[in-house]
């Protein structure tokens, strides 16, 4: 919205929220959410024509276009537990436009939703008996947190789907003119209203399985004594499978990775597809398999145990450049080795003391957890170093790793879970070095 405001400085844009504190964060130089880019966005274009308010029912009644952005999380009881998205919050969306607005709206979906999703918003309206016009355009986002603002401004393409009838056409053209102020007509592209809501579950999916296949292979390169980092290098350069999302890890993170491929999983099992089904969860438990034989090798290596070491965490954001600790890596690697008795020394640029104990589940002040300023104080009197978010500021030419060598227990083990660092480096140091499928 912040994007949209900016670039169409004559089109008034309100977001509301029920929660008075997030839309004071909004107003002030301290924002909720960490991206780069976007303070500057907002500061453009806050009390110009971008605005915050509680006023949710003002904004329905005023709005022409009203964009549904809640969070649809994966449901953790009742039918579809563990695969199917929660939709709740786009349910008291919908009921919420029913009973206030008053004339014709445009309804998009911008939230991340199973398919067949506008048809429950339109059998919610119809059920409160509208009298006025509406038509209901899915308008899924392809930004990646980290580079949101350049992905915004520059986006590989800009997805909204319709009905196709004729008030359908002229809807999606609506919205469509909004984002042709700045994206290439070309770049705009529509389809019918389930094709578009399905693109978003695919695109994420189709992402996430490239990074389990690779992390797959790491594992088979441990084994075998190949290097992860040729191998990737070696199969990105075939022009037919290119070397994004080829870089070996700890695991993916983040809000819509695994919660998008588990929806798809329910919507194969629903439809009847359960070999379909099986295969896209198969992506999921890899990733899973990646982040405990990550935990389970700093045990097996560190002589079997853990217990009363003390380990440092470089990193607990789900990826660098955000504050987002959402399905990050990070929390289940720390909470294996917090169950086997190790001492952890976080530090995170970003993601806030309080973020990271309510993650891990403990209380402020726990014995076994210490959240540190720096990554020298996170290493000092440490016996390992675990990399876990690929911040530009942990790579070699950033951080001097021969001053946390020099503070830390001996030997010094080194678990590059991000591949940030080459591994004859690491050892040049005097780390022992376990990178990601680097035996």
């Known amino acids: 919205m912040a994007k949209i405001a900016q670039k169409c400085p004559d089109i008034p844009v309100t977001v509301v929220d029920v929660n008075p504190a997030r839309i004071e964060a909004w107003q002030s130089e301290d924002l909720p959410v960490y991206e780069p880019g976007l303070l500057e966005v907002v500061k453009e274009a806050r009390d110009r024509n971008l605005f915050f308010s509680t006023d949710v029912h003002g904004a329905i009644r005023e709005a022409d276009i009203l964009f549904i952005s809640v ?29 206030v607005a008053d004339s ?34 899915s308008n899924p986002e392809f930004l990646a947190e980290g580079t949101a603002m350049e992905d915004l401004e520059d986006p590989d393409r800009v997805l909204i789907g319709g009905e196709e009838t004729g008030e359908g056409r002229a809807a999606v053209e609506a919205l469509a003119g909004v984002y042709a102020n700045w994206v290439p007509r070309e770049r705009i592209l529509t389809t019918n209203l389930w094709s578009s809501e399905l693109s978003k579950l695919t695109a994420n999916a189709f992402l996430a399985q490239r990074i389990s296949s690779i992390n797959a292979i790491s594992a088979l390169c ?196 991000r591949n940030l660092l080459d591994l004859a480096e690491i050892r040049r140091i005097g780390f022992e070095a376990h990178g990601i499928g680097k035996p």
């Open 71 to 99: 969070n649809t999380p994966t449901k953790t009881v009742g039918v579809g537990a563990g695969s199917a998205a929660d939709l709740q919050y786009v349910e008291k969306c919908a009921r919420e436009i029913a009973k």
């Open 222 to 417: 441990e084994a075998t004594g190949a290097d992860i980092d040729q191998v990737a290098k070696s199969i990105g350069l075939d022009a037919r499978i290119g070397p994004k999302f080829l870089r070996a890890s700890v695991g993916f993170g983040g809000s819509c990775f695994q919660k998008d491929i588990l929806n798809l999983v329910y919507l194969c099992e629903y439809f009847g597809l359960p070999d379909v089904a099986r295969y896209w969860r198969g992506v999921v438990e890899m990733n899973d398999y990646q982040k405990n034989r990550y935990s389970r090798r700093i045990v097996d290596t560190l002589f079997n145990t853990v217990a009363g070491k003390r380990i440092a965490v470089l990193g607990f954001a789900f990826k660098k450049d955000t504050n987002d600790t959402r399905e990050s890596a990070a929390i289940y690697v720390c909470r294996d080795l917090l169950i086997e008795g190790a001492e952890l020394a976080i530090f995170d640029p970003k993601v806030e003391a309080e973020q990271i104990y309510r993650d891990l589940g403990r209380e402020p002040g726990d014995a076994q957890i210490r959240i540190e300023p720096d990554p020298e104080s996170a290493a000092t009197g440490a016996h390992a170093l675990a990399l876990l978010t690929e911040w530009d500021a942990f790579r070699s030419d950033q951080l001097d790793y021969r001053r946390l060598h020099a503070v830390m227990e001996k030997p010094a083990f080194l678990f590059d879970g």
């Open 104 to 137: 014709d709206k445009i309804i998009v979906e911008k939230s991340t939703v199973p398919v067949r999703t506008a048809e429950s918003i339109r059998r919610i309206l119809d059920g409160y008996g509208v009298k006025w016009k509406y038509q209901v355009l």
